[in-house]
């Protein structure tokens, strides 16, 4: 495997993690049954949720404010994943 190959093997695996991470925070979303909107009555602006929801640009501030909305801690958020 040269060099090239073994870069876009590393980025696929990065995205694919950024996704698990995306359809988490959205299921976290549903079964509270809240919209984007409402999260911001918890502390997280409409922005991070999209950007969260979409596994883009997503900052561990971002991140954690997030988990903080829902009431998760980083391990609880990341156990099982890998």
């Keep these: 495997m ?3 190959e073994a870069n ?3 980025i696929i695996s990065y995205s694919n993690r950024l996704r698990t991470i995306a359809n988490s925070l959205r299921e976290m979303r549903f ?3 809240k919209n984007q909107d409402e999260l911001s009555e918890w502390g997280a602006t409409r922005r991070q949720v999209q950007r ?3 596994g883009s640009n997503l900052t561990l501030t971002s991140l954690f404010n997030l988990l903080d909305c829902y009431g998760y801690r980083l391990d609880e958020f990341f156990e099982g994943m890998e």
């Design 2 to 4: 040269d060099a090239m």
């Design 8 to 10: 876009n093997e590393i």
């Design 31 to 33: 079964s509270e049954g």
């Design 52 to 54: 969260g929801e979409q």
